[in-house]
């Protein structure tokens, strides 16, 4: 059975400092891993996937995740935060009945 | 690419009346879609999965009879809050398993509101 852990339910940086979103999954197969964006009483967006290939993945708004089987984390960064960057963000891993299993989600706060 | 639309935005209804919600997959065909509802600062619930042509799956503990799905198009998957009650006011988000077969896209999501 596969699940998903999004350590920080709030994390706050400061404009312009590094974004540290973590994610750990469990899954019995290869992974499927993906990360949405929400922003207020709007749908998900996706940031990035990893399927199969490169572990590190690059993904819009200059975010990027790596996948490490060894710690099975797929942690999403962002070098330098913008104030658009607030939003909640959910980790998700597919099941292989093309489900998803989302994390709890991680709101991010950017301060000027 | 990959566009997800949903409608209406926001609906509010009174209790007793049955709320239909239309999710649509503008610029690509596809054969299944998600149906999930989200409460307020929590993560996504899946409620069942819609496929074209046949029965929704839907999953445990949703009420298959209030919450009627009908996937009667490849893009086109609707969500039908039968007999809505106040606890049935929710955001309500869809969305559609993309041509990769693995990624799913989301429509922008229903706010239900039920007086």
């Known amino acids: 059975a596969q699940s998903v852990t999004q350590l920080g339910s709030h994390v706050s940086v400061s404009e312009g400092a590094l974004v540290l979103l973590r994610c750990n999954y469990s899954s019995s197969v290869p992974p499927y891993l993906f990360w949405y964006v929400q922003y207020p009483n709007q749908g998900l967006q996706l940031l990035l996937k990893?399927?199969?290939?490169?572990?590190l993945v690059k993904g819009i708004n200059g975010f990027e995740a790596e996948f490490k089987k060894s710690e099975t984390s797929f942690h999403l960064t962002k070098p330098s935060a913008h104030m658009s960057d607030a939003a909640e963000y959910f980790c998700?891993?597919?099941?292989?009945?093309?489900?998803?299993?989302f994390g709890t989600g991680t709101r991010l706060k950017v301060l000027a | 690419g990959a566009v997800v639309s949903q409608h209406p935005s926001r609906v509010i209804c009174k209790s007793g009346t049955s709320v239909k919600i239309e999710c649509r997959s503008l610029?690509?065909?596809?054969?299944?879609m998600f149906w999930y509802r989200q409460f307020p600062k929590q993560s996504l619930m899946l409620m069942a999965t819609s496929n074209e042509g046949s029965k929704a799956t839907y999953e445990q503990g949703v009420e298959k009879d209030k919450f009627l799905i009908n996937h009667a198009s490849l893009t086109l998957s609707t969500l039908t809050v039968t007999s809505a009650h106040p606890e049935d006011s929710s955001f309500y988000i869809c969305s559609a398993r993309g041509w990769d077969q693995e990624t799913q896209y989301f429509g922008p999501g229903t706010r239900l509101l039920v007086l």
């Open positions: 990893y399927t199969t290939g490169a572990t």
């Open positions: 610029d690509f065909q596809a054969t299944t």
């Open positions: 998700a891993v597919k099941t292989g009945t093309y489900k998803y299993i």
